[in-house]
Structure formats: structure tokens, C-alpha cells
């Protein structure tokens, strides 16, 4: 199932917005995909990243 996940991160003391297409079995690992995959991307710790909505896309 794909989701849409809107979220922010924080690059260099700056909050900025997201949005994200991801293909997962469930909303949770999502969410876990968003965190890795963002995090090592940009070098941020979880702490620096919101994921404010994952909402299902219709396929």
C-alpha cells in the first residue's frame, strides 16, 4: 500500500516542511522508513525530524 507522509525536519536551526511517498505494509513502518531514510540522508537524529500526517493513498 503507498501512504503520503507531511512532516518537518531541522536543517541548520531551521524547521522545514516535507512531504514524502513511501510504499510499506503498514502505517508504522512508514513511519520507521521516513525516520531512517531522512535521518541518513541528512545526518539528522530522530529528534530532528516531525512527521506530522501519514494518511493512505487510494491506489
Do not use: C, P
Not at 507522509?5 to 503498514?26: L, Q
Request: no cysteine; net charge positive.
Amino acid at each position: 500500500m503507498k501512504y503520503l507522509v507531511n512532516g518537518s525536519m531541522k536543517i541548520k536551526g531551521v524547521w522545514k516542511d516535507f512531504v514524502k511517498e513511501m510504499e510499506a505494509t503498514s502505517e508504522s513502518r512508514v513511519r520507521e522508513m521516513v525516520l531512517t531514510n531522512i535521518g541518513s540522508g541528512h545526518r539528522l537524529k530522530r529528534t530532528q525530524i516531525r512527521i506530522k500526517a501519514v494518511e493512505a493513498m487510494k491506489a
